[in-house]
Every structure is written in structure tokens, then in C-alpha cells.
């Protein structure tokens, strides 16, 4: 897309990068189902992707909350 700037809000920059919003929704409830420890659990041997991807989402959404 010519001459858009980059997303400020750390949600946005997520949803820009094509995170779903659901998914982002998922990671950040409090309530079941824990998507962080199910990615953990569920996730191939090696590959630390999905607990990093779900802690990024979290990590940005907390500071996004706090701002």
C-alpha cells in the first residue's frame, strides 16, 4: 500500500503482521482456555515459536493496556 505508515499500537502492529484477532483475543483472556500453556504443551519438540509468538502477544497487549 503506497504511502501508509506503520501501525502505532502495539495491537495494531500485530493484526498488520497478520495475527488473527481472535488468536490475539485468546492469548489475553484470563479466562479458559490458557492458550499459552497449550501451545506450550501442544507445540512440535524444537520448535519454540508458538510460546514465543503467545508471549509477544501478551507482553504487547499488557504494555498496550498500561499506556
Avoid: F, K, Y
Wanted: aromatic share 2%.
Amino acid at each position: 500500500m503506497a504511502g501508509a505508515t506503520a501501525p502505532t499500537s502495539p495491537v495494531m502492529r500485530l493484526l498488520a503482521d497478520g495475527i488473527p484477532l481472535s488468536l490475539i483475543c485468546d492469548l489475553v483472556s484470563t479466562l479458559e482456555p490458557d492458550s499459552l500453556a497449550i501451545n506450550s504443551a501442544e507445540r512440535p519438540s524444537g520448535d519454540p515459536i508458538w510460546h514465543d509468538a503467545a508471549s509477544d502477544v501478551v507482553t504487547a497487549w499488557r504494555q498496550a493496556a498500561s499506556e
